[in-house]
């Protein structure tokens, strides 16, 4: 706790609290701290425990993925409000372990937007790597219904949704890009140069010409 103290950096808090995100650490530097230290899950859940941002983005990068079990990772989403931290729990521990399927259903219908934003993280991550079984014209349904009127982090994680489901199933994609021209979420978000946009169909588009290309 006292080198990542250390690691304290007005400038980069104050980018990260911009996006929500209450620590000043370079995350470069928090990576080399975790490579130095490699796997060690005791000492991640104490890191979690602390309740600190930096120390909680630590723990999941020196955590054992597959040893937590499924309610503990249930109550570690809750307690996360930052979104890095979400968006790590999700992506490095989550998706990494074997609750990520039973979690993605609870998860996706919470009353809680955050809750369910993470829910539908898991939802795009088998919208690209494992669709059989999902409902993809059900998911369209409920992009269309409820996105442009959704909290801000439960908008974006359903705009991707909607972008993955354009860019991998041709037989999903006129009506995905139709959503999203008609919806127009995040059509002015601001892109840097050479970025893809996140305006759905301008990602989709980008996407598949990049497949066609290769």
């Known amino acids: 706790m006292a080198e990542l103290a250390a690691l304290e950096d007005p400038r980069a808090r104050e980018v990260n609290e911009k996006h929500g995100d209450d620590h000043g650490v370079n995350l470069a530097k928090l990576r080399a701290i975790a490579k130095r230290l490699k796997i060690q899950h005791d000492l991640a859940r104490q890191l979690w425990s602390t309740g600190d941002t930096a120390a909680r983005l630590l723990a999941l990068l020196v955590c ?47 009353p809680d937007p955050i809750v369910a934003s993470a829910g539908w993280a898991l939802t795009s991550e088998r919208v690209v790597k494992k669709p059989e079984g999902l409902d993809l014209d059900g998911l369209l349904d409920i992009i ?11 908008q974006w994680a359903m705009n991707t949704c909607l972008a993955q489901i354009g860019i991998e199933h041709a037989a999903h994609r006129a009506r995905a890009l139709e959503i999203g021209e008609r919806l127009e979420v995040l059509k002015e978000y601001p892109t840097p140069p050479g970025c893809t946009s996140p305006f759905a169909p301008s990602w989709i588009n980008e996407m598949v010409r990049r497949k066609q290309d290769q």
Request: charged content about 40%.
């Open 144 to 154: 269309e219904a409820e996105m442009q009127g959704a909290p801000d982090r439960l």
């Open 64 to 110: 054992r993925p597959k040893a937590f079990e499924r309610d503990e990772l249930d109550a570690m989403l809750r307690e996360a409000r930052s979104p890095k931290v979400q968006d790590w729990l999700v992506n490095y521990v989550v998706k990494k372990g074997p609750h990520a399927e039973e979690l993605r259903q609870a998860w996706f219908t919470d």
